[in-house]
């Protein structure tokens, strides 16, 4: 029974750990879709893109970790903001269909760039902590990189509220994610914001590939199944709230890892989109978003 | 402009000199293609009637009615493996299994339209890219259903005990295509045709003016899944085996690449699209690192420029020759 008690709160501790990275994964969704309405398909490779960057600045630079991992961030930033500016921007087509359709190729567009600068195998990233380091905490163990991720999950996710609620550029995200015209016309620059927005949610996407970086090994499709459970937690919280995303990134977790112990270690992955059907189906708002209603 | 004075004359597919001897000469081109190609050239032709079929009912779906579907690859998956099942296990003969391959298949569609109705734009996007893996997760998981890593392999396409040969194999896969696309010319000129469009440009409208939305959504997805599935039985039977790595979200990006480099809303602009997409990739096998790049680029430069895709061009050209010097 205690042996029980103590599995149930490990397979939970685990869940938690990779929930905080589903949960980064989701929130660069949600940014973004709040703000300019697109899903943007090209999260997950762009994420990539910014992993393979550390890599590089990390292997072949000699970087610090800290200093590669801030490069990374900054430049997957730049690819972001500069996509909004050069294609979203300019695009003839823009209906929701197109958007789509546009991000789907800069998906494709990234993926083969980072297929041809640095090649199908799978590569490691130094990663300062260890996964064979273990803390006991009665019968749970716990990994120093478990640790690790979850405490900078939650501290990004942390100064990403603080962002958003607390200062003026906040402010005027949720102003443009409100009301796009009406931001415009009380001064606010929605264009920077748009990039802004694209710049940060680019970001969020790589910190969250740095950290799944030694668990899943780097190669150029790795971000693909952790991209779509990001997917499966926003639309679990409500895609259009980020408080929303950060739970169903954690709920994911634990209820995967609570599937995976339990029921089926194979079918682990399909539950996730189980899930999002279930969600859709029968509240489509998700747990905390808004009212899914739309204006004729 | 000729004048149209009887309503057969509006109906015709067809219409003067010019366009007879195109269809004519298109036909001769098809007939003779095995003679004139080389022996490998025709696997290739053959492939591309697959993927005409899988285009032209993903065009119906995301084209004509505006419903997003990133999960085709799962239709088709499950048309191919219903067909594999079918003729592996219970021995049915090929017409059967095609057929059993694309009614399996609507019947998914159908399945997906279901939760289809309540959902729109991004959600049906991600409901659909959902479904396309978890199909490929079960067939990966599921090895008494899919064979696992070994693969299921299908009998050799015969008629009356005679087996097929490559330039046989062509013929019928170009003959069951051209049927296919006939059937889905005629559809969209129809009032079911009409009614998806009209999905499409509003459903809110749509259902006003008396389309039942229930109805023509979940048919829309069926007719589109019937056509993958289909697909998915030739190819099938093309390949001679099926592994779940056939079926992956890259099949399903492709199929989409397709319909929006050849052009959305059009049934010529799904063939050109699936032909383009078909012969480039077997062409540039040397370069196919670069592939998803090029797929990439062209899809984001298509969206960019030009959205209703070559098709859309190829109007825009004759057009200009049409009004010319105006």
């Known amino acids: ?296 | 402009m000729e004048l149209r004075q009887r309503y057969e004359e509006d109906l015709t597919l067809v219409r003067g000199v010019l366009g007879w001897s195109a269809l004519l000469a298109l036909l001769a081109f098809l007939a003779l293609l095995p003679a004139l190609a080389p022996g490998y050239f025709l696997y290739t032709a053959s492939l591309v009637a697959v993927h005409v079929v899988i285009a032209v009912g993903l065009n119906l779906l995301v084209g004509y009615t505006g419903q997003i579907s990133l999960g085709h690859a799962g239709f088709v998956a499950v048309g191919a493996y219903a067909a594999g099942v079918l003729a592996t296990r219970l021995h049915v003969p090929w017409p059967g299994a095609m057929l059993g391959g694309g009614i399996a298949a609507a019947f998914f569609g159908f399945l997906v339209g279901i939760p289809a109705l309540r959902l729109t734009g991004p959600y049906l996007t991600i409901a659909t890219l959902g479904f396309g893996i978890a199909v490929n997760q079960v067939l990966t998981n599921w090895e008494q259903l899919s064979g696992g890593r070994t693969g299921l392999f299908l009998p050799k396409l015969a008629i009356a005990g005679v087996r097929l040969r490559d330039h046989h194999i062509y013929y019928l896969f170009a003959g069951l295509a051209a049927a296919l696309v006939w059937i889905a010319t005629n559809l969209v000129r129809s009032h079911v045709g009409r009614a998806f469009v009209a999905i499409r440009d509003s459903d809110i409208a749509a259902e006003v003016m008396g389309v039942n939305l229930t109805v023509y959504k979940t048919l829309a997805f069926a007719v589109s899944a019937f056509y993958a599935g289909i697909g998915g039985a030739m190819l099938a039977y093309l390949l001679g085996y099926l592994e779940p790595q056939l079926f992956t979200l890259f099949e399903s990006i492709y199929y989409f690449s397709m319909i929006v480099i050849g052009g959305l809303g059009t049934i010529p602009g799904s063939i050109l699209g699936a032909i383009l997409l078909t012969i480039l990739p077997q062409q540039l096998a040397g370069l196919k690192q670069y592939l998803p790049l090029v797929y990439g680029a062209t899809i984001v430069l298509v969206m960019a420029v030009e959205p209703l895709g070559i098709y859309g061009r190829w109007l825009r050209i004759k057009l200009w020759f049409k009004t010319w010097p105006f």
């Open chain 1, 1 to 296: 029974m205690v042996q029980d008690m103590a599995l149930l709160v490990q397979y939970v501790v685990v869940g938690l750990a990779v929930g905080s990275l589903y949960a980064l994964v989701a929130l660069g969704i949600v940014l973004l879709y709040r703000t300019s309405r697109i899903l943007n398909f090209a999260h997950g490779d762009l994420a990539t893109f910014g992993t393979f960057i550390a890599f590089a600045l990390l292997t072949a630079w000699r970087w610090p970790f800290a200093a590669a991992s801030l490069g990374s961030l900054l430049t997957t930033a730049v690819v972001g903001a500069a996509f909004f500016f050069l294609v979203i921007r300019p695009a003839k087509e823009s209906t929701l269909l197109g958007k789509i359709v546009i991000t789907l190729g800069l998906a494709l567009v990234l993926q083969g760039a980072t297929v041809i600068l640095w090649g199908t195998g799978t590569k490691i990233l130094p990663f300062p902590l260890s996964d064979i380091k273990v803390y006991r905490l009665g019968q749970v163990v716990v990994s120093q990189i478990s640790v690790g991720s979850f405490a900078v999950g939650l501290a990004l996710m942390g100064a990403l509220y603080v962002l958003v609620q607390h200062t003026r550029v906040g402010l005027a995200m949720r102003a443009v994610s409100q009301d796009t015209v009406a931001a415009q016309v009380l001064g606010i620059p929605v264009k920077q914001i748009f990039a802004l927005t694209w710049g940060l949610a680019s970001a969020l996407g790589a910190a969250a590939g740095i950290l799944l970086a030694p668990a899943t090994l780097l190669d150029p499709y790795m971000m693909l199944d952790p991209f779509l459970k990001g997917f499966a937690a926003a639309v679990l919280g409500g895609i259009d709230s980020m408080p929303g995303a950060a739970v169903g990134g954690l709920l994911l977790g634990v209820l995967e890892a609570l599937f995976g112990g339990y029921v089926s270690v194979k079918f682990k992955t399909t539950l996730a989109f189980l899930i999002i059907i279930a969600v859709l189906v029968v509240r489509p708002e998700g747990l905390l978003g808004r009212e899914y209603k739309r204006r004729v």
